[in-house]
């Protein structure tokens, strides 16, 4: 069996590629990053280490890499693949999305073709799906009644920490030993073998909301705030007390919300907060906050980790005084090396706070959570300066 998957950095080969070729796929990592290609065309291989005291390497054998510049290869690859993932980045899907359809629809050519899962490892309420929508905008209509037959884009949630490496193999990689990949069974064709690791699922809204607003919520939150506290590493400031009492603060948020739309038992959802927490300080990871608060533009946009629980609250008369801080503290996240926190900066100079907040959250400015995140920001100061 052969997967193509789309992102041969931390999370592609820490995890997706990882568990693919344990459950016996051949993995062809499709990748812009020249170095990194080339290192694994001419390796083969790479080993990836788990974040627990333990020396141990894990080798990944069975893997191979495309220049994913070249969308004929890319086409031809996915043409034929028995699956394909994604792990690149939710704004990047984009950008792939040309190349696959070009391989999908070489597959749809065939007399009897054969069935495609596509699957989006992604941090973001339906990836896969929202990959869909870009493959069918590059195809034309007359292959959309086959398309909607034979290739299927199941929804997924994705989890395990994996920082930013720094090695002087360019392709070893630390994790966290924690993972999880839950699938949206509901959405595949019939006759797909499960892959082994994955925990597959009827529903996914649950398990990739519960995921993107525990995990990542909180994630973000120590990020942001840590950022402004002169921390270096989520580690860093997980250990400052200011830091973890609004992590706290913004899972109490998260976590109220989720127990009243899931009806998640209290003391199971206490557990799973007390286990994410445990993963953020795990004292053999070193997470830098700059790449976990990445993205602020996507981490503050109505769909994702901070608004869409916040209005969520909103809409159930729970709070959400801390979200609404994390998003004043996202909006003091001015890393100039983040392309979306200079846009920001940017916009706060240029246009204010207000019509700032409006722009990018989706919040008006007579909204309640507008007020409460002007609020914050006032209160804050910038990142104390080393
Ligand atoms: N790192 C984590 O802890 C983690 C955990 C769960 C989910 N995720 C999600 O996984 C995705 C990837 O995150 P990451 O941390 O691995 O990022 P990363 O930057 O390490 O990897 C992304 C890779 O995609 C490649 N890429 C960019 N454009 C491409 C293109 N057009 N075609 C092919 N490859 C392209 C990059 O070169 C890079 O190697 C994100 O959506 C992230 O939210 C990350
Ligand atoms: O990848 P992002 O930018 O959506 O979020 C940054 C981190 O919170 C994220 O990568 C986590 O490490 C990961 O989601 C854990 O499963």
């Known amino acids: 069996m052969k997967a193509v998957h789309f992102g041969a950095g931390n999370i592609g080969r ?35 280490s788990l974040a627990d005291g333990s020396d141990e390497l894990i080798r990944v054998e069975g893997v191979d890499a495309i220049d994913g510049k070249d969308a004929r290869l890319v086409a031809e690859t996915v043409a034929n693949a028995d699956l394909v993932t994604t792990a690149v980045g939710v704004h990047i899907l984009k950008h792939i999305a040309g190349a696959l359809a070009q391989g999908i629809a070489l597959r749809l050519q065939a007399e009897q073709p054969a069935p495609l899962h596509v699957i989006a490892c992604e941090n973001a309420i339906g990836g896969s799906t929202q990959l869909k929508e870009l493959v069918l905008g590059h195809l034309p209509g007359e292959l959309h009644v086959a398309f909607e037959r034979y290739i299927a884009f199941p929804d997924a949630a994705v989890d395990r920490i994996v920082p930013i490496q720094h090695h002087d193999d360019p392709l070893h990689v630390t994790v966290e030993p924690f993972y999880e990949w839950v699938v949206d069974r509901s959405a595949m064709l019939p006759g797909f073998s499960d892959i082994a690791g994955v925990h597959y699922v009827d529903g996914l809204e649950p398990y990739i909301e519960r995921k993107l607003f525990t995990v990542n919520t909180g994630h973000c939150t120590a990020a942001y705030h840590g950022y402004l506290a002169g921390c270096r590493t989520i580690q860093e400031a997980m250990a400052a007390e200011t830091v973890t009492a609004k992590v706290r603060g913004v899972l109490d948020e998260t976590g109220a919300v989720l127990i009243r739309k899931y009806g998640f038992p209290a003391d199971e959802h206490a557990r799973y907060i007390d286990k994410i927490l445990s993963r953020f300080t795990n004292p053999h990871l070193s997470d830098e906050v700059e790449r976990v608060g990445r993205s602020p533009i996507r981490k503050l946009s109505p769909n994702d980790r901070l608004v869409r629980p916040a209005l969520l609250a909103l809409e159930n008369g729970l709070g959400y005084a801390q979200l609404a801080a994390a998003m004043a503290a996202a909006l ?7 392309p979306e926190a200079a846009e920001l900066q940017q916009s706060l100079q240029a246009e204010g ?20 995140v002007i609020r914050h920001y006032e209160s804050m100061r910038p990142r104390e300066q080393a």
Not at 332 to 338: H, I, L, S
Not at 353 to 372: N, V
């Open 332 to 338: 003091r996240f001015d890393y100039a090396d983040d």
């Open 353 to 372: 706070l207000s019509a700032t907040i409006e722009r990018y959250t989706g919040l008006a400015e007579e909204h309640p959570i507008h007020a409460e």
């Open 14 to 48: 820490g995890f997706i590629g990882l568990l693919l070729t344990r459950a016996g796929y051949e993995v062809v990592f499709s990748d812009v990053n020249d170095a990194l290609v080339n290192a694994l065309k001419s390796k083969r291989a790479y080993t990836v």
